[in-house]
């Protein structure tokens, strides 16, 4: 009897400990959360502040070889001892615009990730009638009605992708670019990898994959053989293009300017925060520019993106924002003026999958 009541007070006690163990767990890891926020958009303004010094100097963003490849080293930015922080880059204009790509160029992209072309024009008039007013190409095999019809009815937004796991919800994407789990493949990262969700004409050379200038100027087999960088031409002056007659003399080929360019305006910044066993990821898009940044968000069609909403009185007879806003402009000393913050923020996520 003592020793079965030994037993039993040791796995009450060890029960205990579990659950005592876990939510001491659980206050420090919100408590260190907190901390490695506030180190990642440290390392976030120090990252902004060099693309600006860097864009001033050379008048434009090429590559982060022109030296914000570094920003915390270039800084001299100093962090905890035990605590790593690292910066990468994603040049969303080295990739595919998907509101600007069209029927063709997708067709030729889905062909390229190794689709048949009977499947890949369907994904291609799938993914169209989900974002845009007119829909496919035609309303043939339109899959509006199987949308409405499943287990929980929804309808297609037409208007540009906002996530790429909007895909799950689209018919031919779902059982190719996700499993039976809703995990995305393959697939859906070499897709990620090629598309951005970003509205622009022209792909930056700098940063553009061969497969990524093939399919956005609808280059032959043997015209985009020419695109690979190979040892065998000459080196160049720089470790990035500075104008287009540079790239098209490397390449072989013509680049004609309303499809390329050889700055970004667009760029994905990636904070990773971690010491010991924990982590804080911070990932954000910028633009150079309110301006700038109002012509890569993709709008639906018939809205404008210089709408502003009306300065009128609420229910309770208060002026609206915008007004007192300005009011409160008008009235500020020299001193006090609102500092212009030289990059707009088109996207800011916290501790989520990057892709």
């Not at 958009?41 to 001033?56: G, K, M, Q």
């Not at 937004?157 to 809703?182: C, K, N, V």
């Amino acid at each position: 009897m003592t020793l079965f009541l030994v037993m039993l007070a040791s796995l009450a006690m060890s029960r205990f400990i579990e659950k005592a163990y876990s939510e001491i767990l659980g206050e420090a890891l919100y408590v260190e959360r907190d901390r490695f926020r506030v180190e990642a958009y440290s390392a976030l303004e120090a990252t902004i502040a060099i693309l600006y010094d860097v864009s001033r100097i050379e008048g434009n963003l090429y590559a982060p070889a022109q030296g914000w490849d570094a920003p915390l080293e270039y800084a001299g930015v100093i962090f905890p001892e035990e605590m790593t922080v690292e910066v990468d880059y994603v040049d969303e204009m080295g990739k595919i615009s998907l509101p600007s790509a069209g029927r063709e160029r997708l067709l030729l992209l889905f062909e390229t990730l190794g689709f048949l072309p009977v499947e890949a024009e369907e994904l291609a008039d799938a993914l169209l009638e989900w974002m845009t007013e007119g829909g496919a190409a035609s309303e043939v095999g339109s899959n509006l009605d199987d949308y409405s019809r499943s287990t929980l009815p929804y309808e297609a937004p037409r208007r540009p992708l906002r996530s790429f796991y909007e895909l799950a919800a689209i018919a031919g994407f779902r059982g190719t670019f996700f499993d039976e789990q809703g995990v995305p493949t393959s697939l859906f990262h070499q897709f990620t990898s090629l598309v951005s969700l970003y509205r622009f004409d022209q792909v930056n050379v700098n940063s553009a994959s061969p497969e990524v200038m093939r399919i956005w100027s609808n280059l032959t087999e043997q015209d985009a053989m020419r695109l690979v960088r190979n040892e065998e031409r000459a080196p160049m002056d720089f470790p990035y293009f500075r104008n287009l007659e540079e790239a098209s003399a490397y390449f072989g080929t013509p680049l004609p300017s309303n499809l390329y360019t050889v700055t970004t305006n667009c760029i994905r910044v990636n904070v990773t925060v971690s010491e010991g066993t924990g982590n804080f990821l911070l990932s954000t898009v910028v633009a150079p520019g309110p301006s700038v940044a109002a012509r890569l968000v993709p709008v639906q069609s018939g809205t404008e993106t210089s709408q502003q909403p009306p300065a009128t009185e609420n229910r309770r007879g208060r002026r609206g924002r915008q007004d007192r806003t300005a009011e409160e402009s008008a009235t500020r000393t020299p001193t006090e003026q609102a500092i212009a913050y030289p990059f707009t923020f088109l996207e800011i996520r916290e501790n989520e999958t990057i892709l």
